[in-house]
Each structure stands twice: as C-alpha cells, then as structure tokens.
C-alpha cells in the first residue's frame, strides 16, 4: 500500500532556512501537499503541487519534487518563532480512493 | 467563506459512554472525512462520506460510525468508550474528496478525553 515517510523533529535556529523532507512510495501520486498544524488547531493546509511540476515557490515557502526518488520537500525561508508547528506531508493519487496519504509529520522547534 | 466546524471543542466521558461529535463543512463541500489524531499512532483515517454515502472506511472497530446529512453536516458517534478512544478528532471536507486537487480542509477538532 501507500506509505509517506517524514522525520520527526527538527529544530533550528530564528532567521536560517528550514527543509522538511519527504518521502512518499505511490507511483501513481498525482497531488503532493503540504500542511501546517499548530498546538490545539487542525491541519492548515500550506501548498500542493502537482506531479508534473519540479517546484513550486509561495513566498517564503519553496517546494521541491524529485518525482525520480519520490522526494518531497518544503522549504521555509528566514523561519520564525511563529513557524514552530507540526508540518504534514501528503499524497493523493489520481482514480485513486480519494482519500490522501499522510505521513506523520515532523515537528519543527525554532529557537530564538 | 465560513470553514470547517467542529462541535463540541472537547469532551470528557467516562468509559462504557457514548459519544457523537458534530461537523459542519465549508458551504458547497460535499465530502467528509474524520480522522482521529494521537501522539502514539499520528494521523489515522476513519472515514469519509460523500453526498451522505459512506465512500471509504477505515481500519477501525465498529463502535466507530458516521452519517452524513443532506446539507453534508457529518456526525460521528463512537459507542462503548474505551480509554485508548482518548484523542483529538478531526473532520475535514473538500469539494470532491481531498485526494485528486481537491484538498482536505481541516476542522480545529473535537478533544475527547476518556476517564
């Protein structure tokens, strides 16, 4: 079956870059997306990105897909304490069941 | 547009209860999904509903069920609580089902605690 694996922490530090990794086994993904949950919320959903495309770029967020290696990750420019979240990896394959693929998601900790 | 709401925001039952939570889609989302979220297991798929059909199921027991309504509100009731049923339920919907370009919008959550 489908499976989608992240880390489960990183930390950095205010004002470097943040790269949260990805990987996903289903061949067949079509949409690969992004989500943010922060403490006592649901998932926000951040980006998605298409199979056919290799980046996708919204503001400070960069997402890159090695579709090769079935390799997902989302960059976060000059990352901030208002970043600290828990970040959702997820892929939806087409004529599929409909139903998206997460993974467990890796915890990003900011420090000051 | 108003989002995803989920009622109530946390819940205390003692075991052996009952339960129902309550789910109000975005305006014009036809699908439902629920998801019951824990530190140990993540992210766990129970089920999604569209146009007030069960469409995909997950692996969980039957004490766990669902229905959807006419105007796509979705409420999930959990029978027989037990404490490992301790978690933050989410809901979320989308236009045709979260999987195809059509993302999940998600639902702040129900907190149910089991005593």
């Known amino acids: 079956g489908e499976d989608v694996e992240q880390s489960l922490f990183l930390s950095v530090r205010e004002g470097d870059s943040s790269v949260i990794n990805c990987t996903y086994t289903?061949?067949?993904?079509?949409?690969l997306y992004w989500y943010k949950q922060e403490p006592g919320a649901g998932l926000q959903l951040l980006t998605y990105?298409?199979?056919?495309?290799d980046m996708k770029q919204d503001q400070r967020l960069t997402v890159l897909l090695n579709k090769k290696d079935k390799h997902l990750s989302l960059r976060i420019a000059d990352t901030q304490t208002g970043d600290s979240a828990i970040y959702f990896c997820a892929e939806g394959s087409s004529g599929g069941s409909y139903i998206p693929t997460f993974g467990r998601g890796t915890s990003l900790i900011v420090h000051p | 547009k108003a989002g995803v709401t989920q009622t109530p925001r946390y819940l205390i039952k003692t075991r052996g209860q009952q339960v129902t939570l309550s789910c109000s889609p975005i305006?014009?989302?036809?699908?439902v999904s629920w998801y019951q979220q824990t530190p140990g297991q993540g992210l766990q798929f129970l089920f999604e509903y569209f146009s007030e059909t069960q469409r995909n199921k997950g692996n969980f027991p039957g004490r766990f069920s669902g229905r959807q309504f006419s105007n796509s509100r979705s409420e999930m009731n959990v029978s027989t609580l037990e404490l490992g049923d301790s978690a933050l339920y989410l809901c979320?919907?989308?236009?045709?089902?979260?999987?195809?370009?059509?993302?999940?919008?998600f639902g702040n959550g129900t907190r149910l605690t089991v005593t």
């Open positions: 305006s014009g989302h036809r699908s």
């Open positions: 979320a919907s989308s236009p045709t089902g979260g999987a195809e370009g059509s993302p999940l919008h």
């Open positions: 289903d061949s067949s993904s079509t949409y």
């Open positions: 990105i298409f199979s056919n495309m």
